[in-house]
């Protein structure tokens, strides 16, 4: 079927149409890894965008439930070279293609992809209108021009949990194997959730913590009712100052002294609940191949990201944090810690699905800091 993307400065690409036939509005942002495609689509962060993927071809593993990040994609849309249609791995359950379809998500292939690309990066991240219903193509730039952008609280209140979640799935790997050993008291740890990868908490139940989900919408009192002894501020879509309730919630649970670790779009909401301030990117990062350096020892680690906003250096020393992580790539904020309060955090995703794994001794600090409480 044919299918027709139009961006907001006009920019018009025709292809080839597959997954489910619809016609969707939504942010594009590229995505550069050369693996993980499905962890990608189901990744709650990218609800509200539509993902181009600058490796030429996708589908070649298929899909398999054990890689989910969540229950349903995240994205909008999807945009490749080259669609695979008839995968060949072992764990593979079915192809890209009929998951997409079964999941009403539909996508655009055939199209010059690094062209795109290479707007994006030039221009800055933009609207685009993906549609592959014959009756609305003569409609596209009407509804581009007409459409309203989904609030960041709608996006997040549409993949975080409706009511408290207890969560007991270890991750299914060796790392950290003695560390839960040496959890002998159950420490509790609960996770605000905006829209948290399964993984994360894969990691925290592996290292042994006891492990409650709350909606983001929670406030302090009832967060504090479950007694944690570490909170977890969990990755999620959109603009973090569009979500000045759950910062406030933070700054309330960091004034207790609980152990707090924020990532991604946490980490951006922490720095607001102490005072520092946001900022959006021209494009974004989103990939598997960020390098970034600790500031501490000076390693360089290679990490998986995917946001579109960012920390205020000066704002955030000025709010009591230090930097501990620097992007090697434009230099933004990676990381912080608080000086006089339990709580560190940082841009990356550290359970680092699908890779790469350089960062998971992040979730090793926090386990320290939790059993120094």
Not at 27 to 36: A, K, L, R, S
Not at 126 to 153: F, P, Q
Request: neutral net charge; contains cysteine.
């Amino acid at each position: 079927m044919k299918s027709v993307l139009l961006l907001e400065d006009g920019t018009k690409f025709e292809g080839t149409g597959f997954g489910y036939p619809k016609t969707v509005i939504a942010e594009i942002v590229f995505n550069t890894g050369m693996t993980g495609y499905q962890e990608t689509i189901t990744d709650p962060s990218y609800k509200g965008q539509i993902v181009l993927f600058t490796y030429p071809h996708i589908g070649n593993t298929g899909i398999n439930p054990e890689d989910f990040e969540f229950d349903k994609p995240g994205i909008e849309g999807i945009i490749v070279k080259k669609l695979c249609r008839t995968p060949s791995n072992f764990r593979s359950q079915t192809d890209l293609n009929s998951y997409l379809y079964k999941n009403q998500i539909t996508g655009i292939e055939g199209i010059d992809t690094r062209m795109l690309t290479r707007i994006i990066r030039k221009h800055g991240t933009m609207l685009g209108i993906l549609s592959s219903v014959e009756n609305d193509t003569d409609n596209l730039e009407h509804m581009l021009n007409t459409y309203k952008r989904a609030g960041t609280e709608r996006l997040v209140k549409e993949v975080s949990v409706s009511e408290k979640t207890c969560w007991e799935e270890p991750l299914q790997i060796k790392w950290y194997k003695n560390l839960k050993k040496n959890n002998k008291n159950n420490q509790k740890v609960t996770v605000i959730d905006f829209g948290i990868k399964r993984n994360i908490v894969r990691y925290l139940n592996y290292l042994g913590f006891d492990v409650n989900i709350l909606p983001a919408q929670s406030g302090p009192e009832e967060i504090i009712k479950t007694n944690p002894d570490g909170i977890v501020l969990s990755n999620g879509p959109g603009d973090p100052e569009e979500l000045l309730y759950a910062a406030e919630t933070i700054k309330n649970l960091v004034l207790e002294k609980i152990p707090c670790f924020g990532i991604c779009l946490g980490h951006q909401l922490l720095a607001l609940a102490m005072g520092a301030k946001t900022y959006k990117l021209k494009f974004g990062h989103h990939g598997i191949n960020h390098p970034v350096k600790d500031i501490k020892n000076g390693n360089i680690i290679i990490t998986s990201q995917n946001h579109n906003f960012a920390v205020d250096r000066e704002s955030m020393l000025n709010a009591g944090f230090y930097e501990t992580y620097t992007s090697l790539n434009d230099s933004t904020v990676e990381g912080m810690t608080h000086s006089n309060y339990p709580v560190f955090s940082v841009q990356f995703h550290p359970e680092a699905s699908p890779g790469p794994h350089d960062s998971g001794y992040i979730f090793n600090n926090f386990f320290k800091l939790v059993l120094g409480r």
